[in-house]
C-alpha cells in the first residue's frame, strides 16, 4: 500500500468561515478510479493528517465524484458511495468508522447534466481518528468495469484555532452495507443489539450518529427506499426517534439528472449526500457505560419469496426478488458514539473508548428466557474466556474460548433446557476474572 504525503499549508479564507486560522489542507485520493473491474469497488490507502496535539476550530471534507473521460463514463445508476477511516483492531483486524456517504447520481452525463458532483462534510466529529497517519477506505457500489464507474476526490481542509468542545473519541457501535428490513425469518433484532459503550476519561458528553438510507423497491409498501419508516434508539432509559425521510431530492445541486432522482425517498436522493442523525450533547460520566439499544419500525414484507402466503400477480405483483423492479428492501446503515470534552487531552488519550481494565457488563434482559446477550470490553488483544455456571458452581456452558482484539464484544446465551434460576456469567481475560448474577425465568 503506498503512501501518499502531500501536507499543504496555507494561510487561506474558506468560504463560509469566519476569521479562520492557519489552514492545513490535507490531499487524500485524487481521482481515484472505483468500479467493478480492474479499478475495484474498493481504494484503500494510507495518508498522512495533522498530529493530534495541533487544535483546529474547522475540519471540513470536500468529496467529488467525476466521471472517467472518454471513451469511459459515469456508472448511470443511483448507488451508494461511502468513505471509512480503517482502524486496527489488532494486527490482523480492522474496523471501518463510515465519515461521509454520498448517493451517486442517475445518470448526469446526458441532457445537460453537470458531469460531477462535489459535497462538502463537516469533519469536526471525527477529528480524534484524523491525526498521524490514517487508513481511508473508499467504497462506491458500483456494478460497471472497463472505462466506466466514478473517480473519486476526498480534500480534508483543517483550519487551526483553539476549541471549547473537542470531539476526543469515536466507538463504532454497528455498520450493516445490507440489513434486511421486513423479513421474519432474519429480523432486524437479530443484529440491532443493546450495545453498553464504556466512558472514557475526561468524556463530558456523548453524540450518538446514525448513519441510514434505505434501498429496495416493489415491496409491501414500496419498501425501503420508498417507503417513509421511523427509526428509534434508546440511550438508557430516553427514547429518540427519527423519520428517515427526504422530500427535497428534487432541490440538489447536482442536477439535472436522468430518472426518477426528484422522488422523495428514505434518505435515499440520487446525486445528493447523506445526512446522518445526530442526538448529541448527551452528559456522561468517566467509568460509566453510555447504553444503546437501536430500533426500527414493525414491518413485514408480504412480497417476498420465503412467504408461502405470496402469490405473483395475485397477491403481489411479483413474490421473487430480481435486479431490476422488486429487489430486497435492506438499510444501508452504521452507528458511532462520540464523546466529546472541554478538557486538553494529550495525544495518547486522543480515541480512547476502551477502559483501562476489562468490563463485564449485566447482561440483557435480565430476567431472560431463554436468551440473553452477554456483552464485555476488553482493554488488550489477548485470550478470553466466557462461561456460564449454576449456582452450585458448576460449569454449564462454555460460551467462548478463544484471541480477541481490543474493543466491544457480546455473545449469546440460551438458557432452553436448563432449570429456572440464577446463573453466573465469568469473563476471564488479561489474567483477571469477573463474574456477573443471571436470573433464568419461564
Not at 490482523?92 to 462534510?121: K, L, M, N, Q, V
Not at 457501535?173 to 453498553?196: A, K, M, Q, T
Not at 460520566?285 to 413485514?300: A, F, K, Q, R, S
Not at 452450585?392 to 436448563?418: C, P
Amino acid at each position: 500500500m503506498r503512501l501518499l504525503l502531500i501536507l499543504l499549508t496555507l494561510a487561506i479564507s474558506l468560504p463560509g468561515l469566519a476569521d479562520p486560522g492557519d489552514t492545513t489542507v490535507v490531499f487524500t485520493f485524487t481521482q481515484e478510479l472505483q468500479n467493478f473491474g480492474a479499478g475495484g469497488r474498493d481504494a484503500i490507502e494510507t495518508f498522512a493528517f495533522p498530529a493530534a496535539d495541533i487544535e483546529f476550530n474547522e475540519i471540513y471534507m470536500v468529496y467529488r465524484l467525476d466521471c472517467p473521460s472518454a471513451p469511459g463514463d459515469c456508472d448511470p445508476w443511483d448507488r451508494t458511495a461511502r468513505l471509512y477511516v480503517q482502524r486496527s483492531l489488532t494486527d490482523s483486524t480492522h474496523e471501518d468508522i463510515e465519515i461521509a456517504r454520498a448517493i451517486t447520481p442517475y445518470d448526469i452525463t446526458g441532457g445537460g447534466g453537470p458531469g460531477h458532483c462535489d459535497w462538502t462534510f463537516d469533519m469536526m466529529e471525527y477529528q480524534s481518528i484524523l491525526r498521524g497517519e490514517v487508513t481511508l477506505h473508499s467504497f462506491v457500489d458500483t456494478w460497471v468495469g472497463g472505462n466506466q464507474g466514478w473517480l473519486v476526490t476526498c480534500t480534508f481542509y483543517f483550519v487551526e484555532n483553539s476549541m471549547p468542545l473537542r470531539a476526543m473519541a469515536v466507538e463504532q457501535l454497528w455498520n450493516f452495507g445490507g440489513l434486511v428490513y421486513g423479513d421474519p425469518d432474519d429480523p432486524v433484532e437479530n443484529h440491532l443489539d443493546l450495545s453498553f459503550v464504556p466512558i472514557p476519561p475526561q468524556a463530558e458528553f456523548a453524540t450518538v450518529r446514525i448513519w441510514t438510507t434505505g434501498h429496495g423497491q416493489g415491496n409491501t409498501h414500496n419498501a425501503a427506499e420508498f417507503s417513509q419508516k421511523t427509526h428509534g434508539v434508546w440511550i438508557g432509559l430516553d427514547q429518540y426517534e427519527h423519520l428517515l425521510w427526504r422530500n427535497d431530492c428534487s432541490v440538489n445541486p447536482c442536477s439535472p439528472q436522468g430518472g426518477t432522482w426528484q422522488f422523495s425517498r428514505a434518505g435515499w436522493c440520487p446525486g445528493s449526500r447523506v445526512y446522518p442523525w445526530d442526538i448529541p450533547f448527551i452528559e456522561v460520566t468517566p467509568g460509566e457505560t453510555i447504553d444503546i439499544w437501536p430500533t426500527m419500525e414493525p414491518y413485514e414484507n408480504l412480497c417476498r419469496p420465503n412467504n408461502p402466503e405470496c402469490i405473483s400477480g395475485v397477491t403481489c405483483t411479483d413474490c421473487n426478488f430480481n435486479s431490476t423492479g422488486h429487489t430486497q428492501p435492506v438499510y444501508i446503515t452504521s452507528g458511532q458514539v462520540i464523546f466529546w470534552t472541554t478538557q486538553a487531552i494529550s495525544a495518547d488519550e486522543h480515541n480512547v473508548a476502551v477502559p483501562a481494565n476489562a468490563v463485564l457488563h449485566q447482561n440483557y434482559p435480565n430476567p431472560f428466557n431463554p436468551e440473553t446477550t452477554i456483552s464485555f470490553a476488553l482493554a488488550k488483544e489477548g485470550r478470553t474466556v466466557v462461561k456460564v455456571f449454576d449456582v452450585n458452581g458448576r460449569e454449564v456452558r462454555t460460551l467462548l474460548d478463544r484471541d480477541l482484539a481490543r474493543g466491544q464484544h457480546k455473545v449469546m446465551f440460551n438458557g432452553s433446557g436448563l432449570a429456572s434460576g440464577v446463573y453466573f456469567a465469568r469473563l476471564e481475560a488479561a489474567g483477571q476474572v469477573f463474574t456477573n448474577k443471571m436470573l433464568l425465568l419461564k
